[in-house]
């Protein structure tokens, strides 16, 4: 079988009528397991394919070619070449696409279920597929579906590398921060150098009107944890909070000392947040 990395070419075409509209209103995340059309580019072209969840790679995206629409409502549609393959993994992102209707099924030369796909939903019980289902979710915000695969795996391994720590992402994504707190703890006590394990603990101080914690966390980590990765972010949720309180003293003196303006990822916040502080004080 060839692999490609780039869009082929080479295409065969066919036409079929679009009786129902397509209707952009899903997120690709929410259309696991099914043929789906992307939103078109400046040439008015749509890429269409399957959508799949690989147990290593996330959420996956099948190409299986492109169409356009002509002004009587027709698909113009043109394959992929037999054959090939082009799977493209899926970040998150806003865009949204719509599911091909089963009844363009035929026109489009597809099957519900296609042929490859049994590979794919072998073992799925497993804890590494179900953690990555999990993160994968995590990961595009839908976070109540991911809670339910990670205490899948809470139920089969309570030790799995990294589940405290996603799971307490899940509960800080559903404004439980509380319970963030607690398996955080834990995660801790097993690996007491693990940075992301104490960024997600801060935040989630802070987001439980922790902030005394908060600050002992962030203390702690820029005294005694050597990776330095989560810095400037902890630096600015402890920002967000004398933001929140709007203490524009303690939010000035906590600039000076950590110099959050100065990154380049969080320096236009500090300077709109700052502005905005002035206003109401």
């Given at each position: 079988m060839k692999?490609?990395?780039?869009?082929?070419?080479?295409?065969?075409?066919?036409?079929?009528?679009?009786?129902?509209?397509?209707?952009?209103n899903l997120k690709p995340i929410d259309c696991e397991n099914k043929?789906?059309?992307?939103?078109?580019?400046?040439?008015?072209s749509y890429s269409y394919g399957f959508v799949y969840m690989d147990d290593k790679e996330g959420l996956l995206f099948d190409f299986g070619g492109s169409l356009k629409i002509n002004s009587n409502e027709k698909f113009l549609i043109s394959k992929k070449e037999k054959g090939s393959s082009m799977k493209f993994r899926l970040q998150p992102n806003k865009s949204l696409v719509a599911i091909i209707p089963e009844s363009f099924f035929a026109e489009f030369g597809i099957s519900k279920t296609p042929d490859w796909l049994e590979a794919y939903q072998k073992d799925e019980n497993e804890a590494n597929r179900l953690f990555k289902w999990g993160s994968t979710y995590n990961a595009w915000s839908e976070c109540a579906k991911g809670l339910t695969f990670l205490e899948k795996?809470?139920?089969?391994?309570?030790?799995?590398?990294?589940?405290?720590?996603?799971?307490?992402?899940?509960?800080?994504?559903?404004?439980?921060?509380?319970?963030?707190?607690?398996?955080?703890?834990?995660?801790?006590?097993?690996?007491?150098?693990?940075?992301?394990?104490?960024?997600?603990?801060l935040y989630s101080q802070v987001?439980?009107?922790?902030?005394?914690?908060?600050?002992?966390?962030?203390?702690?980590?820029?005294?005694?944890?050597?990776?330095?990765?989560?810095?400037?972010?902890?630096?600015f949720n402890i920002l967000c909070a004398f933001y929140s309180q709007n203490n524009l003293k303690k939010?000035?003196?906590?600039?000076?000392?950590?110099?959050?303006?100065?990154?380049?990822?969080?320096?236009?916040?500090?300077?709109?947040f700052k502005n905005e502080l002035e206003k109401m004080n």
């Amino acid at each position: 079988m060839k692999i490609f990395i780039l869009i082929l070419s080479f295409f065969i075409s066919i036409c079929c009528t679009a009786q129902d509209k397509l209707n952009f209103n899903l997120k690709p995340i929410d259309c696991e397991n099914k043929w789906v059309v992307f939103p078109s580019d400046s040439q008015g072209s749509y890429s269409y394919g399957f959508v799949y969840m690989d147990d290593k790679e996330g959420l996956l995206f099948d190409f299986g070619g492109s169409l356009k629409i002509n002004s009587n409502e027709k698909f113009l549609i043109s394959k992929k070449e037999k054959g090939s393959s082009m799977k493209f993994r899926l970040q998150p992102n806003k865009s949204l696409v719509a599911i091909i209707p089963e009844s363009f099924f035929a026109e489009f030369g597809i099957s519900k279920t296609p042929d490859w796909l049994e590979a794919y939903q072998k073992d799925e019980n497993e804890a590494n597929r179900l953690f990555k289902w999990g993160s994968t979710y995590n990961a595009w915000s839908e976070c109540a579906k991911g809670l339910t695969f990670l205490e899948k795996v809470k139920n089969i391994d309570p030790n799995y590398k990294g589940l405290k720590t996603e799971i307490a992402f899940s509960y800080n994504c559903l404004n439980q921060p509380q319970n963030a707190i607690t398996i955080l703890k834990e995660a801790i006590k097993e690996s007491p150098d693990d940075a992301y394990a104490y960024k997600q603990l801060l935040y989630s101080q802070v987001h439980n009107n922790q902030l005394p914690d908060a600050l002992k966390t962030y203390y702690k980590t820029a005294k005694d944890i050597t990776d330095k990765t989560y810095e400037s972010e902890n630096a600015f949720n402890i920002l967000c909070a004398f933001y929140s309180q709007n203490n524009l003293k303690k939010f000035n003196e906590w600039i000076i000392f950590t110099q959050i303006d100065k990154d380049e990822r969080f320096g236009p916040y500090v300077e709109k947040f700052k502005n905005e502080l002035e206003k109401m004080n």
